[in-house]
């Protein structure tokens, strides 16, 4: 059973260009959740995703972000448009149900250049 | 909104010595979940802690909620090299989604 599975694992871009960032969750798991670290910060919550539905989106901010995790295939996170303050780690959770421990992936750095 | 404190930020200690972190809600929890981040890495799941007073060890490891179900303590006896790391409390208030505390980083002196 493969764990959470985040790519690209790097990215670059240039300001003002799109950043697409996959998730795929494990196996069977349902939940996915999205958080933002910055540097020798802690992880700040974006959204949250129910297959098909997003359940919580109070941490995206309001423009350029958004998110999706359709019936088939991974979750995506798309930046719009990004800014050299969009540069941080983006780290992609699922769990089976809500509640339970979540299983992080490997992350996608994005630096914006 | 849910506030979420750890203390302390940071901690070094010498190899073989206890560590303790603390964390600390505003709001009375469901529930309550441990990570640890190793440096460059992502975070693992520790732990989840449901009853109040509950108290759980894995080896070295004890974790404790409290009575009120406001607060949690992780301690580590006896520190190793392998210990290094950030510590994050991840609490469940009822609500839609897990909120991160802020860490506490680890730093282990050989």
């Known amino acids: 059973n493969a764990g959470v599975m985040q790519n690209p694992r790097h990215l670059v871009r240039r300001r003002g260009q799109e950043a697409r960032l996959r998730c795929s969750p494990m196996?069977?798991?349902?939940?996915v959740y999205w958080y933002r670290q910055l540097p020798e910060e802690g992880l700040k919550f974006m959204v949250y995703?129910?297959?098909?539905?997003?359940?919580?989106e109070s941490g995206m901010p309001k423009e350029r972000f958004s998110a999706e995790f359709p019936k088939e295939g991974p979750s995506i996170l798309r930046i719009q448009q990004v800014v050299r303050g969009d540069s941080a780690a983006y780290f992609c959770a699922s769990s089976p149900t809500r509640s339970t421990e979540a299983f992080f992936g490997q992350g996608t750095r994005l630096t914006v250049v | 909104g849910q506030q979420v404190m750890q203390i302390p930020q940071y901690q070094h200690v010498q190899e073989g010595e206890d560590f303790t972190t603390y964390c600390n809600s505003s709001?009375?929890?469901?529930?309550i979940q441990w990570y640890k981040q190793r440096p460059g890495g992502h975070p693992v799941f520790l732990i989840q802690?449901?009853?109040?007073?509950e108290v759980k060890k894995q080896k070295r490891l004890t974790f404790q909620f409290g009575e009120a179900k406001k607060n949690s303590s992780l301690h580590i006896t006896a520190t190793q090299t392998t210990d290094v790391g950030t510590y994050f409390c991840?609490?469940?208030?009822?609500?839609?989604?897990?909120?991160f505390g802020p860490g506490t980083r680890l730093s282990v002196l050989p």
């Open positions: 709001t009375t929890l469901s529930n």
């Open positions: 802690l449901v009853k109040s007073g």
């Open positions: 196996k069977g798991h349902s939940h």
């Open positions: 995703l129910q297959k098909e539905n997003i359940i919580d």
């Open positions: 991840a609490v469940d208030n009822y609500g839609q989604n897990f909120v």
